[in-house]
Each structure stands twice: as structure tokens, then as C-alpha cells.
Nanobody, 122 residues
Framework: VQLQASGGGVVQAGGSLKLSCAAS????????VGWYRQAPGKQRELVAG???????HIAEAVRGRFAIYRDGAKNTVNLQMNSLKPEDTAVYYC?????????????????WGQGTLVTVSS
């Protein structure tokens, strides 16, 4: 399965971006999906996760600013990022697991697709 994260770019502080995660077939529909990020010199961390049924979990650092949702028509899982801060600058990745509890706690997956770089300027 190939994972494709897209939608990153350069934005000023306070701005918004929408990231999309796509995968082949029904991978995203059949699994819980998470968005993760890795800033320079830091460990990868969870940003948000969503269960198969659509229940979201948002990490405390971005709660109230980010939202995760499924787009059934496009077969993607999207991360809407608002009120961006310079500390949100990172490479953002998506991944999946059959268990929601794993998605929102695990960051050491064996496989990571190509991430998308988000740069927030002050």
C-alpha cells in the first residue's frame, strides 16, 4: 500500500492549510487513520487520528485549531489546519492501522509514505 500525503506549503502565521491523505483501494476506508508530524530535530508525534466510524482524536498541541475528517467521495482523510503557528512547521505524514487505539498512540510504524512539508512563517 502506498500512502500519499499532499497539500503542504508555505503559509504565514495565522493562515490555513488542508492536507490530504490518499491510499490505494479501500485502505483508508477499512482502517483508522492518523496524521503525524516531525519537526527538525524532534521525534515524530501524533497530530490527529480518526476511527473507521469517523470519531476524531486531536492532539492537545493543536486542539481547537486542527480538524480531521474523512472525504468519502474522494477516498481521502483530510487534516484542516487553521490558525497555524511557526511551531507547526514540520513534515506531515499519514498512516493507518486497523485499531484506532493504535493509531492514536503509535508512531513507530515500519512504513511511512512520503510526507508533505508545512512551513509556517512568523
Amino acid at each position: 500500500v502506498q500512502l500519499q500525503a499532499s497539500g503542504g506549503g508555505v503559509v504565514q502565521a495565522g493562515g490555513s492549510l488542508k492536507l490530504s491523505c490518499a491510499a490505494s483501494g479501500s485502505t483508508l476506508t477499512d482502517n483508522a487513520v492518523g496524521w503525524y508530524r516531525q519537526a527538525p530535530g524532534k521525534q515524530r508525534e501524533l497530530v490527529a487520528g480518526i476511527s473507521r466510524g469517523g470519531a476524531p482524536h486531536i492532539a492537545e498541541a493543536v486542539r481547537g485549531r486542527f480538524a480531521i475528517y474523512r472525504d468519502g467521495a474522494k477516498n481521502t482523510v483530510n487534516l484542516q489546519m487553521n490558525s497555524l503557528k511557526p511551531e507547526d512547521t514540520a513534515v506531515y505524514y499519514c498512516n493507518f492501522h486497523k485499531y484506532y487505539s493504535v493509531v492514536i498512540t503509535k508512531t513507530d510504524y515500519d512504513y511511512w509514505g512520503q510526507g508533505t512539508l508545512v512551513t509556517v512563517s512568523s
